[in-house]
């Protein structure tokens, strides 16, 4: 920890730490998107697969008459 006595460079350090912080919080707002987009592709995984089952079941009960 120091003494910073330049306000230029006081202003520079004070900007790099906003843009940080503002980068760190765009990066974990994108992160909890792509959380909740994988949660909503998962969900449709899921449902296609019924969906396929299903077909494949009256498919195979189709065949066997």
């Known amino acids: 920890v120091s003494t910073i006595r330049s306000k230029s ?5 004070a900007g790099y730490i906003t843009r940080f ?3 760190e919080i ?3 707002s994108e992160k909890e998107e ?3 987009r994988q949660t909503i592709l998962d969900t449709e995984i ?4 019924a969906q396929l ?3 494949k079941d009256v ?5 066997s008459f």
Do not use: A, G, P, T
Request: proline share 0%; aromatic share 4%.
């Open 9 to 13: 460079l006081k202003n520079q350090i």
């Open 21 to 23: 912080i503002k980068k």
């Open 26 to 28: 765009r990066l974990e």
């Open 34 to 36: 792509l959380i909740y």
């Open 46 to 49: 899921v449902k296609v697969e």
């Open 53 to 55: 089952e299903l077909v």
């Open 59 to 63: 498919v195979l009960r189709e065949k």
